[in-house]
């Protein structure tokens, strides 16, 4: 009896406007043409009732204090964890846009504390691989105006931008550091490249567990 290979858990982190959302499309169409079970995901994930308050906080329309939605950020990770390992258990691929790491570099950037914000995310199913879409906010700024939600001021995303930049030299040993201003297509051609190793070398592991 043959054992179901198990999905792999891809993450695309890095500020908003880098292309995550772009690039997570255009993974997610690639592995379908080659008929690898895939299912893409994004946190906050706004439609369960965490996600809602989630929502109306990012929009501007709910006040919460930080520690607050912080930890409502992290519950929203924490509602999907079983839905989150039965798909991967059961072979499906995972493409993930923002995790843990928004959670921290966020927070971070506000001036929150690191292990206070870490420990909450500690336990989480962990990614494979992690695809850090790595810019500077001047290239942010040339693709246009941020949009509307908190947090999409240059100044705030100069912020996140360093928190990532400590995460990544944190967690190097699965992060894959991409640069985020080459063309659309050149970014595609190496995610590409490095998913199928990144499924090959997980369909016969354990999912991991983030150790913070
Ligand atoms: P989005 O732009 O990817 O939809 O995410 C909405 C905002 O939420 C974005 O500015 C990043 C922020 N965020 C956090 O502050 N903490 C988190 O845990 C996550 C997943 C996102
Ligand atoms: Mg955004």
Known sequence: MSQIKRGAFIVLEGCDRCGKSTQSRKLVEYLESCSIPVKYMAFP????????????????????NDETI??????NRWEHKNHILNLLNSGTTL????????????SV?????KQWCMSPESGLPRPDVVFYLKTNVATLQ???QFGE???????FQTKVARCFEDIYEMEKSYWQLIDASQSQD????????????VL????NTEVNVLDW
């Open 45 to 64: 994930e706004r439609t369960s009732d965490i996600g809602q308050v989630i929502n109306a906080y990012i929009k501007n329309k709910q006040e919460l």
């Open 95 to 106: 493409v993930v846009d923002r995790y843990a790491y928004s959670g921290l570099a966020y």
């Open 142 to 144: 040339n693709r246009g």
């Open 109 to 113: 950037a506000k001036g929150m504390s």
């Open 149 to 155: 939600e908190r947090y999409e001021t240059e100044d």
């Open 200 to 203: 090959k070398e997980v369909e």
């Open 186 to 197: 050149t970014i595609h051609d190496s995610l590409r490249q490095k998913v199928l190793e």
């Open 70 to 75: 912080h930890l409502l950020f992290t519950a």
